[in-house]
C-alpha cells in the first residue's frame, strides 16, 4: 500500500471572515451574515484542497473560534461562550513570542459540549467530493477548563470527568456517523506537559500520564477497528507562527504518546533540528499491536510555521530516511501541525493570513507529490 498522507486539520482563515468574527463580536453583523462568510471560506477550503489531490479533506476549521474551543463557544472574542463557563481560565499556553492563549473556566456542572465536530462534518461533506476527516480537541485539554487546585462547588473532578469522557466518545462516535472517515485528536498539551513553566502552574504537575490515562478512557470506548481511523496529533504548537514547547526534549513525550490506544498519530517534525532523532524514537516506542491495532506514524514533513515551501522531492527524501527507522507499512506523511489552529491569526512570518493560504496549499501539494514520490522509491 502507498505511503497514506493527510493532513491535522485547519487552514489560515481569510482576512475577510477574521474581519467578519470581529464584527459579529462587536455586534455589527448578524448570525448569518457571519455564517455567508463561513460558507464562503469552507467551500473555498475544501475546493483548494481537493486540488491538491490529497485522497481526503477537511473544511479547514473555517467555522471554529479554535481547535481547543469549537465545543465551547462560538468566537474567540468569547460570544457564544457555554452557560456553564466563564472566560480567564486557566492559560492553555504561553507562546515563545509572549502571546499568551486562555481557555475559559468551568464554574458549574454538569459539563456539556455546546457544539460537536459532527456539524462541521455534515457541512463539509455536502462540499466535497473527497471522503472528509475532522480534527476533535482530546479531553487532556478540556480537563483543563477545571480549576487546578480548587473544587467547582456541587461538582467534583470525578464528576466533571466522567461527564468529559463521555463528551469526548459522543463528539468523536458523531463525526464517523455524520461521515467523518477519519478523526484526529488534537493533543499539543502532551509536550507542553513537561515545560515547567512557572507562568503556567500546570505546565510543572507533571500531569503527562494523566492525559494520557483520561484520552485512552475514550479510546478505550472505541474497537479495534473503529481505533484504527482515530489518530492522535501531537506539536510544540503552532499559532501567530510561534510555537510553546519546542525546547522540551521530545523523547519525554514519544516514550509515553504511544501508550494511547490510537491507530495513527500526526506527530510534528519537520521543525525539529534531530529529525533522524524523531523517527528513530517513533520507530522505537510506537506499537504493532495497540490492542489489536497497529499505530501509524504519519511524520511531519511540512512546516506550517515557516513560509518557504517544501519541494516533494525534499519531503521524498525525508520519508525514505524515516523508513529506515519505522517500518514503512507504519509510515505516513502529515504537516507538522494545523495551518492555523486559532481563528485569529495574523500568520506575522507569512505577512497576512491570505498569502498564508495561499502557501498552505502549496505545501500540501508538495506532501502528496513528496509522499508519492517516497513510495515508488520503497515500492510500495
Ligand atoms: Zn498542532
Redesign the pocket.
Known amino acids: 500500500m502507498p505511503i497514506p498522507t493527510e493532513n491535522?486539520g485547519s487552514l489560515p482563515r481569510p482576512s475577510a471572515l477574521q474581519e467578519a468574527m470581529n464584527a459579529y463580536d462587536r455586534g455589527e453583523i448578524s448570525r448569518d451574515e457571519l455564517e455567508a462568510k463561513q460558507d464562503e471560506a469552507c467551500r473555498d477550503s475544501i475546493e483548494r484542497m481537493e486540488a491538491t489531490g490529497q485522497w481526503v479533506v477537511t473544511d479547514g476549521e473555517q467555522r471554529e473560534s479554535s481547535?481547543a474551543t469549537y465545543p465551547l463557544t462560538d468566537t474567540l472574542g468569547g460570544t457564544g461562550l457555554a452557560d456553564t463557563l466563564a472566560p480567564e481560565g486557566q492559560y492553555f499556553a504561553i507562546f515563545d513570542d509572549e502571546h499568551v492563549r486562555q481557555l475559559p473556566r468551568l464554574v458549574t456542572g454538569p459539563f456539556k459540549y455546546k457544539t460537536y465536530a459532527a456539524e462541521f462534518v455534515e457541512k463539509a461533506r455536502a462540499i466535497a467530493t473527497k471522503p472528509v476527516k475532522q480534527a476533535v480537541i482530546a479531553p487532556s485539554m478540556l480537563m483543563l477548563l477545571y480549576p487546578l487546585d480548587e473544587e467547582v462547588p456541587g461538582y467534583p473532578r470525578e464528576q466533571f470527568l466522567d461527564d468529559l469522557v463521555d463528551e469526548c466518545e459522543k463528539d468523536i462516535r458523531q463525526c464517523f456517523q455524520a461521515g467523518a472517515v477519519r478523526v484526529s485528536m488534537?493533543f499539543?498539551e502532551g509536550r507542553l506537559a513537561n515545560k515547567n513553566d512557572s507562568r503556567n502552574p500546570w505546565t510543572g504537575r507533571d500531569m503527562l500520564q494523566d492525559f494520557i490515562d483520561l484520552n485512552n478512557r475514550v479510546m478505550d470506548r472505541f474497537t479495534a477497528a473503529e481505533r484504527q481511523d482515530i489518530g492522535v496529533?501531537?506539536?510544540?504548537?503552532?499559532d501567530r507562527d510561534s510555537v510553546h514547547s519546542a525546547e522540551v526534549p521530545y523523547e519525554k513525550l514519544l516514550s509515553k504518546m504511544f501508550d494511547i490506544n490510537a491507530g495513527y498519530f500526526?506527530i510534528?517534525c519537520a521543525s525539529e533540528r534531530d529529525r533522524e532523532n524523531v523517527y528513530k524514537l517513533c520507530g522505537e516506542y510506537s506499537r504493532v499491536d495497540a490492542y489489536g491495532v497497529p499505530q501509524v506514524c504519519f511524520m511531519g514533513v511540512i512546516d506550517p510555521l515557516n513560509p518557504r515551501v517544501e519541494t516533494p522531492e525534499e519531503v521524498k527524501s525525508e520519508l525514505v530516511t524515516a523508513s529506515t527507522h519505522i517500518p514503512v507499512e507504519r509510515l505516513g506523511a502529515t504537516d507538522?501541525?494545523?495551518f492555523s489552529?486559532f481563528s485569529l491569526d495574523e500568520k506575522p512570518k507569512h505577512g497576512s493570513p491570505d498569502f498564508a493560504r495561499d502557501i498552505a496549499f502549496q505545501k500540501i501539494t508538495s506532501r502528496v507529490q513528496g509522499t508519492h514520490l517516497a513510495s515508488q522509491e520503497l515500492g510500495v
Do not use: I, N
Open positions: 491535522v481547535f488534537d499539543t496529533h501531537t506539536c510544540p504548537g503552532g500526526l510534528q507538522d501541525c494545523g489552529p
